[in-house]
């Protein structure tokens, strides 16, 4: 049984930052969350430390420009929220600097409130 693909909810500026990165970057999130859109998880996407359990991925993706991370959550049955991406700039090995770790939490909050919405409204259908 092939579950219904789940829908991408972007949070604050995720959908417009991606814009900035270079092509190869942008295609290979898409491919990646594309998976996630089906119940997968594709082989570049790990657990975040720091977000208690599963359900938050980051996918990384080193290009000659740098490194860049697409992080996302799958905690919510309505979709599959796209929390922040950005290239990493800080130079101290592979740890997420703390700004990107606060909009991460911040859109995390986000996107609690957004679930939510979705379940009010598909229960009023």
Do not use: C
């Not at 500026?13 to 898409?30: A, C, I, N, Y």
């Not at 082989?43 to 420009?65: N, R, Y």
């Not at 992080?71 to 991406?85: R, W």
């Amino acid at each position: 049984m092939h579950l219904q693909e789940k829908p991408l909810a972007w949070v604050g500026r995720s959908k417009r930052d991606p814009m900035t990165l270079p092509l190869d970057v942008r295609k290979f999130f898409g491919h990646a969350l594309h998976f996630a859109q089906n119940g997968e998880r594709h082989d570049a996407a790990k657990v975040m430390k720091g977000f208690g359990g599963a359900g938050v991925l980051e996918i990384v993706e080193d290009d000659l420009g740098g490194t860049y991370r697409a992080v996302y959550t799958v905690k919510f049955p309505e979709a599959v929220f796209v929390l922040h991406v950005f290239q990493k700039k800080s130079r101290r090995g592979s740890e997420t600097p703390k700004p990107d770790l606060q909009i991460i939490r911040a859109h995390m909050k986000v996107a609690e409130k957004l679930a939510q919405e979705m379940r009010d409204e598909k229960a009023k259908d």
